[in-house]
């Protein structure tokens, strides 16, 4: 029995021209020649989110972004002017990595008004131009202006940096397409106050990306999010809403707010912070527009999770908080996870904590997932089930990311036939 | 404004006008195929400096090299007549390997009167020649000479070993005029040994760059010298007083005032104090042999001379000291961006606890100072390796790095041209 | 007693008496600036007199006592450059590299 | 006795004070992991009724000017969130098929 409607076509996944019923290949989970040409074919055309303006405060601050899968490393830079910058971070001379610190692999962040290279002291203002090369008379017909920091594409939308390493890739905001632009009016500029964690996964990034975009596994896996009393009343799982633009998805959810829920439903601790897995119950006041955020327009709204190609994820609560997820590939089978809870600055400690029991109670179900699915990845790299995997209708967002993902790379070796492995 | 000589080219560079001046392509640095030719052209068919006969120092004294360049692990071992001989390290009965203690990878090293394999017990004497065959009778027309350990050329000079697998010409041949105007050098007299090791994520000529040239030195390493003395450093930049290339291998000569320096007040309290820092003990060691020097180091006689360093292609530096001491440098690669780093600290034996403690601080000095340069090229070769800039501009005090990074090639094409016929 | 006589007012660092460069390297980076510090500042001064003694004996036959105070002085040379320069006790802009000593003249 | 870091009327509390006054959440979440059942019931049994009271207490302070006392006190109901995890859901101190999955939280507000 149904919860909530369907579309007309019977199902969503039938709703979404194009999609298919079929039943999944997860080879492009375990394939190292795939992970090959997702490198070219997705990371280095698509538009990649490296962090947010907040992360560059002030003319000259800058942080370095090491991208394995690009197999480079980038400095992030604000200019003279308040744009916001991309370089390749290597220094023009002999290839040095221009800006790190004690650990060349390790990523950076600090303020400067040139960046110095630590080997042989060349200088790059902060718009990437060469400025001083130590004892430049021992040269051979240099020009300087020859040699500024190798660019790399970056804009900004709604405070969010991304670049692009393709040579001259579509506008940012094309890219993103309507569903995910119609958010741009979020206020995600005060929703300052931040907890980052990461996490190197022995998983493939798509595995552990298909586990935060559907929530059929959640009943299951996360019994435990429901209290014992609530266990046994709780239904499988169905969302209100799907939507999809391009190669970007969301997925919405609808309910009570958790403060509403019997006591018995709810966990001590959440009682005693009123707070818990759906956020602080004390609402912040972000005023009544908030764009974009419920595009289907359903009742009881509780959350919206918008799932931005390739490796990023926005997903805004009903109270007044977001978090967003990377995730970036090392290897065909591993990855390293980025997670970001983003909630209004503090005034007091009751905020605090409850901010505290949120963030706490994120990390105790996402490690759930990160633990089983170092299984999911062997238990597929036995290929012991090749191409067989049924999707079901909740699992719609799984089955248009693996679709995305493969036109992309049939698009790009379409274009490049002669090989897509270096 | 330069503060020493140039040629009257112009440039050290132009003095030498094969290399040219345009941008050196380091994709010679993070390409896997072009690390395949390097090892078949060039590690394969160069005299390679293994170690120095004082760690051979009785008859069956031996070592094993585990050369993963050359994809084997070779023996090298004194005979009964005082020669120093090289050979595969694999047992001729079913190819295990025949030295090795614990570990089957590492390097051991030891004395002995014949070679018996762990395995099956057949011996080897000190020439390679097989002499026992355990249950010989079992064999099928086995004959022992025909059996014996695969030799390796190997040859001695100024008491440096060499190796090499494809033999063109003879060491002192290969190793040319400026290793004959190094000869006479008191090597023998410097036996105190200070060895050092590292594996360095990158690929082996990049560590090479950094030792070969002297223009990072103001830059990377300014905080080592107090901070007068560094701005000083970062004003003048560097300059060497003299570089010479012989084909394949090169020097650079360079100014060193710092040993005794003219103000000790530029110096570190702990220098003062114990007369010594990165040049090495301030008090020459009381041998013969250093006045005067020979005539390929110091060639341009220059009276504030410092230390010249000398690379023998491929993978070997010698680098002299003005105060009578020397180093070595051993590039080992192990893959396209990693190899192992040796150095080794040569000085006349301390008398006293006094010059043993100047001793110390040298070399504690030198580690200093290694450990930024290693540190450094992890950075150069994993943004080398995203390939967003192939081609680097040298300058004039990076002559040796063109040049290396251009017989490197000049030999790989050389080889390929041939395979092609 | 380990020290010579003249030399007791050394005996707290006597943890420092270490013979390998692994050893002495390893306990630098194990040790706070402030602990090294105080060895430096109390070991320093000392240093020419220690030379001095030692020195009254051949170097390859040490006695006991004099061949620990040249530990402790080999030890001093370690944390020379963390006092003196670095104001920390790694190298900086090295953190991963190395470089481990596999032969030395040890005293 | 050592001297109380705890405002006085959470005397009873001192005795947790030395072990899960914590200032990270990493410091908090290995000290949880090092820890017994019993352990982590005995702190929660005491800490957990006066959690109304101890942000209370704390709220009458701006965030940004906690006196030292308050400061510790909110520590402690920042260990107290982490150790409910143990006590009311899981019932053992790691996350239940968590496996040896790491999640490292590297950047967060303090207090």
């Keep these: ?422 | ?421 | 007693m380990p020290l010579p006589a003249e030399f007791a007012d050394l005996e707290p660092y006597l943890a420092w008496a270490l013979p390998t460069e692994s050893e002495r390297y390893a306990r630098r980076l194990d040790s706070s600036l402030v602990e090294m510090q105080t060895f430096y500042d109390a070991a320093f001064p000392r240093l020419e007199e220690a030379i001095v003694y030692c020195d009254e004996h051949p170097y390859d036959d040490l006695p006991e006592d004099a061949r620990t105070l040249l530990r402790l002085m080999q030890s001093l040379v370690m944390v020379s450059f963390p006092v003196e320069v670095w104001k920390q006790a790694r190298v900086p802009d090295s953190g991963a590299a190395y470089l481990t000593v596999t032969a030395e003249p040890v005293v | 006795m050592t001297e109380a870091v705890l405002p006085a009327d959470f005397s009873d509390l001192e005795p947790f004070a030395a072990t899960w006054c914590l200032a990270t959440e990493a410091e908090r979440y290995a000290r949880r992991m090092a820890s017994t059942m019993a352990e982590l019931e005995a702190f929660y049994q005491a800490g957990f009724p006066r959690i109304g009271e101890a942000l209370g207490y704390c709220d009458k302070f701006p965030l940004d000017g906690l006196p030292d006392d308050a400061h510790h006190l909110l520590q402690l109901v920042h260990s107290l969130i982490m150790v409910a995890m143990c006590v009311e859901i899981w019932h053992q101190p790691n996350v239940i098929d968590g496996a040896d999955a790491v999640l490292d939280r590297v950047a967060e507000p303090l207090p």
């Design chain 1, 1 to 422: 029995m149904a919860l909530y409607p369907k579309p007309a076509e019977g199902s969503w996944t039938e709703h979404f021209p194009g999609v298919g019923t079929g039943v999944l290949s997860y080879e492009d989970c375990i394939s190292p020649e795939f992970y090959e040409a997702e490198r070219e074919a997705i990371f280095k055309r698509a538009w990649l989110n490296v962090g947010r303006v907040e992360d560059v405060p002030r003319v000259g601050s800058y942080f370095t972004k090491e991208i394995e899968v690009a197999a480079t490393s980038l400095v992030v830079v604000r200019d003279l002017t308040g744009q916001v910058r991309a370089f390749h971070n290597i220094c023009r001379h002999r290839g040095n990595k221009l800006m790190w610190n004690d650990y060349p692999r390790a990523e950076t962040a600090g303020s400067c008004r040139a960046f110095t290279c630590k080997y042989h002291g060349w200088r790059y203002d902060l718009t990437g131009k060469l400025t001083f090369v130590q004892q430049e008379g021992e040269f051979f017909d240099l020009d300087k202006a020859d040699y500024g920091l190798v660019p790399v594409h970056c804009e900004v939308w709604a405070g969010f940096i991304f670049i692009n390493l393709a040579e001259s890739p579509e506008p940012l905001q094309v890219f993103l397409g309507a569903m995910v632009t119609d958010l741009g009016g979020y206020p995600f500029d005060a929703l300052t106050e931040r907890y980052d964690f990461t996490a190197d996964i022995r998983c493939n990034w798509k595995i552990f990306l298909d586990a935060f975009q559907e929530y059929y596994h959640v009943p299951v896996l996360h019994s435990q999010e429901a209290t014992p009393a609530a266990r046994p009343k709780m239904p499988g799982f169905e969302a209100p809403y799907y939507n999809l633009d391009g190669p970007h998805r969301m997925v919405a959810t609808s309910g009570p707010p958790r403060r509403l829920w019997p006591t018995d439903y709810q966990y001590p601790i959440e009682i005693a912070t009123r707070s818990g897995l759906f956020g602080p119950w004390n609402e912040p006041d972000l005023g009544d527009d908030l764009p974009g955020v419920n595009p289907g327009g359903i009742k009881a709204w509780q959350m919206s999770n918008f799932q931005i190609f390739p490796n990023m994820e926005i997903l805004i609560w009903q109270t007044g908080w977001y978090m967003l997820y990377r995730y970036w590939p090392t290897s065909h089978n591993t990855h390293r996870f980025e997670g970001s809870l983003f909630f209004p600055p503090a005034r007091t400690a009751s905020d605090r904590a409850a901010q505290e029991c949120a963030v706490v109670m994120f990390k105790e179900f996402a490690l759930q997932d990160a633990g089983m699915l170092v299984g999911t990845q062997q238990g597929l790299e036995s290929r012991a089930v090749r191409d067989d995997f049924p999707l079901n209708d909740q699992e719609l967002l799984v089955r248009h990311f693996h679709n995305s993902v493969a036109s992309w790379v049939d698009d790009y070796q379409r274009a490049h036939p002669v090989s897509v492995t270096r």
């Design chain 2, 1 to 421: 404004m330069p503060h020493f000589a140039k040629p009257p080219a112009g440039s050290w560079t132009q003095h030498y006008p094969e290399l040219g001046t345009a941008p050196v392509d380091y994709t010679d640095s993070v390409d896997p195929a072009f690390y395949e030719l390097e090892k078949v052209a060039i590690f394969r068919r160069s005299w390679l400096n293994v170690g120095r006969v004082e760690k051979l120092p009785r008859t069956g004294s031996y070592f094993t090299r585990e050369l993963a360049v050359l994809d084997t692990s070779l023996i090298i071992v004194k005979g009964a007549d005082g020669k120093i001989r090289a050979f595969h390290n694999v047992c001729r009965h079913r190819g295990n390997k025949l030295v090795w203690n614990d570990f089957p990878g590492e390097e051991s090293a030891g004395v002995c009167r014949q070679f018996t394999c762990k395995y099956h017990a057949w011996r080897y004497d000190l020439t390679g020649k097989l002499t026992f065959i355990q249950q010989e009778g079992e064999f099928f027309g086995v004959d022992k000479d025909q059996y014996g350990l695969k030799e390796v050329a190997c040859d001695v000079w100024e008491g440096f070993i060499f190796i090499n697998l494809e033999p063109a010409e003879s060491l002192t041949e290969y190793l040319g005029d400026l290793a004959k105007g190094i000869e006479g050098y008191p090597f023998h007299e410097m036996t105190s040994v200070y060895t050092y090791r590292a594996e360095v994520g990158s690929n082996w000529k990049l560590f090479i760059d950094a030792f070969a040239e002297f223009y990072h030195a103001p830059v990377l390493h300014h905080k080592q010298a107090v901070k007068n003395e560094a701005e000083k450093l970062v004003g003048y930049g560097f300059e060497a007083l003299h570089y010479e290339l012989s084909s394949p291998h090169s020097m650079v000569s360079s100014w060193g005032g710092m040993a005794p320096p003219k103000d000790p007040s530029m110096v570190k309290p702990i220098e003062r104090a114990l007369r010594s820092g990165l040049f090495g003990p301030w008090d020459r060691p009381a041998i013969e042999g250093l006045d005067p020097l020979p005539p390929s180091i110091n060639p341009s006689r220059s009276p504030s001379w410092g230390t010249d360093s000398f690379e023998f292609f491929p993978n070997f530096t010698l680098l002299f000291w003005a105060p009578g001491w020397y180093l070595t440098y051993n590039y080992w690669p192990t893959a396209v961006d990693r190899h192992l780093f040796e150095a080794n600290l040569y000085f006349v034996p301390a008398r006293s606890a006094r010059e043993r403690l100047a001793q110390e601080l040298a070399t504690v000095t030198f580690k200093e100072y290694a450990l930024q340069d290693g540190n450094t090229l992890e950075a150069t070769q994993s943004m080398l390796a995203s390939r967003v800039v192939s081609e680097f501009p040298l300058n004039d005090q990076e002559i040796l790095l063109r040049h290396l990074h251009k017989v490197v090639a000049d030999r790989v094409k050389e080889y390929t041209d041939a395979a092609a016929r």
